[in-house]
């Protein structure tokens, strides 16, 4: 099975900061990593897959790259509605493992 | 649009069976698979499995294998998840989801088990 270590577990940001959330896999999937973001005691929302492609209705602040074992979503200027737990997934192979969150708060 | 709507929120005690549904509308049920992903409480997202529609297909991830069966009545579009014997464990939410390629695009409201003596 894909192993998904999520990094860091928590942060702390301010409104208008740039968050960058990692995510690395114990193999390489090509591009096969998609990002979620879940609200408290909401349902999870798909915000980017392929790596890099932005679901629709997803706003442009959110972006993913992708390098090797290490993919990343960052958020430029941070907004109070996108206070929320981020969980990336990888879809390359089953079982299409979660990593274990990144929960971001305000500072 | 698409939609997926699932069972509402069950109370069980440890050992009894239980089955939840997820019923689908807004696309054609038998062109994707439906993922199962389950919240415990104060935590994670974890992948269950996920279950073809047309043949009822199935691919489990470890941790619930042998566990839960899940299978789909394609003739009413609605995708189920069942236990034989519930544990305290169990206890958590299950979301099902539409699943493009692995990418799970579409998310039920989840259904909330409970199961406690």
């Known amino acids: 099975d894909i192993q998904m270590t999520q990094s860091p577990s928590s942060l702390s940001a301010s409104v208008g900061d740039r968050v960058t959330i990692t995510c690395r896999t114990s193999?390489?999937?090509?591009?096969?990593l998609n990002w979620y973001q879940q609200k408290p005691g909401k349902v999870p929302k798909l915000l980017i897959y392929?790596?890099?492609s932005l679901q629709s209705g997803v706003p442009s602040r959110f972006s993913g790259s992708a390098s090797g074992t290490d993919f990343t979503l960052t958020i430029s200027g941070l907004q109070p509605e996108d206070f929320a737990t981020y969980y990336c997934?990888?879809?390359?192979?089953?079982?299409?493992?979660f990593g274990q969150g990144t929960k971001v708060d305000v500072k | 649009e698409v939609q997926l709507v699932q069972s509402g929120a069950q109370v069980k005690k440890p050992g009894e069976s239980l089955r939840i549904s997820c019923q689908a509308s807004?696309?054609?049920?038998?062109?994707?698979?439906i993922g199962w992903v389950r919240q415990m409480p104060g935590k994670g997202l974890e992948w269950i499995g996920i279950?073809?529609?047309?043949?009822?297909?199935?691919r489990f991830g470890p941790a619930l294998q042998g566990q839960v069966t899940m299978s789909a009545d394609k003739s009413i579009s609605t995708a189920y998840l069942q236990w034989s014997s519930l544990k305290a464990s169990d206890t958590a939410i299950y979301y099902c989801?539409?699943?493009?390629?692995?990418?799970?695009?579409?998310w039920g409201q989840g259904t909330l088990v409970t199961v406690s003596s």
């Open positions: 807004g696309y054609s049920f038998t062109n994707y698979w």
């Open positions: 392929g790596a890099s």
């Open positions: 279950v073809y529609p047309p043949d009822s297909n199935t």
């Open positions: 989801t539409r699943s493009r390629s692995g990418i799970f695009d579409y």
């Open positions: 997934q990888q879809s390359y192979s089953t079982p299409y493992t």
């Open positions: 193999q390489i999937i090509s591009t096969y």
